[in-house]
């Protein structure tokens, strides 16, 4: 059993639509991470996210954390090929050790 | 600009083998640690360091072995290889802990026959 449940697992849309990958827990994180993945390559860091209720913008991605800290989305705007990829959610607790990461949402963006 | 550097890059094993996955990392990172990743489960964490001398389990120690003799190097240790442990394995490192930026190796692709 995940603590993460990242939704949808995959996602193929057209270049110029929207999207938005959510990550949902039953527990309370201090931080929530973003990460981007590539094949053949590890995670690569998007944003952190640590306030309950906070908005953060990189570009064309728009990152929430809600405002339990349980949950958090990443939205974004009209979507491009280069942003095709599995993105990860990862929560971490205060002075905590480990990061729990969602199981992934693979997304695919067609030109 | 090296990073985190990890190596085999692919490695196939005969069950009941053993092996050592290595990870360097040079920007003096007190933090890191071990991941597995397997098609729709994310990544789990098997073992993590908090500095030189100092180790502890993750969700999936179990058959892994590591040890943090240097601040630079966390290599892991699989004992006795199971067809389980086929994945693609994923070395991190921080400054300082799990919720700061992690910084990824590239990953070794490990196949247990």
């Known amino acids: 059993t995940q603590l993460l449940e990242q939704s949808p697992q995959f996602l193929s849309i057209q270049e110029g639509e929207n999207l938005t990958v959510y990550c949902n827990s039953s527990?309370?994180?201090?931080?929530l991470q973003w990460y981007r993945q590539e094949p053949g390559e590890g995670p690569v860091l998007l944003v952190t996210?640590?306030?309950?209720?906070e908005v953060k913008k990189l570009k064309r991605l728009t990152f929430q954390f809600g405002d339990a800290r349980k949950d958090s989305s990443l939205h974004i705007t009209a979507a491009q090929p280069g942003d095709t990829g599995l993105y990860l959610c990862?929560?971490?607790?205060?002075?905590?050790?480990?990061?729990?990461f969602g199981g992934g949402t693979r997304v695919l963006v067609k030109p | 600009n090296a990073g985190v550097t990890q190596t085999p890059k692919f490695q196939v094993l005969k069950t009941g083998q053993s092996m050592t996955l290595q990870c360097a990392q040079d920007?003096?990172?007190?933090?890191m640690s071990w991941y597995r990743q397997d098609p729709g489960m994310g990544l789990r964490l098997i073992h993590y360091?908090?500095?030189?001398?100092?180790?502890d389990q993750g969700e999936v120690p179990n058959g892994y072995n590591v040890s943090r003799s240097t601040t630079e190097d966390f290599p892991l240790r699989l004992l006795s290889a199971a067809p389980s442990q086929t994945s693609v394995y994923f070395c991190?490192?921080?400054?300082?802990?799990?919720?700061?930026?992690?910084?990824f190796g590239s990953g070794t692709q490990l196949s247990v026959l």
């Open positions: 991190a490192s921080s400054k300082r802990r799990a919720g700061e930026k992690l910084f």
């Open positions: 990862a929560g971490g607790r205060a002075a905590g050790n480990k990061l729990t």
């Open positions: 527990s309370v994180f201090s931080s």
């Open positions: 996210v640590v306030t309950g209720g």
């Open positions: 360091s908090v500095g030189a001398g100092i180790t």
């Open positions: 920007m003096n990172h007190e933090y």
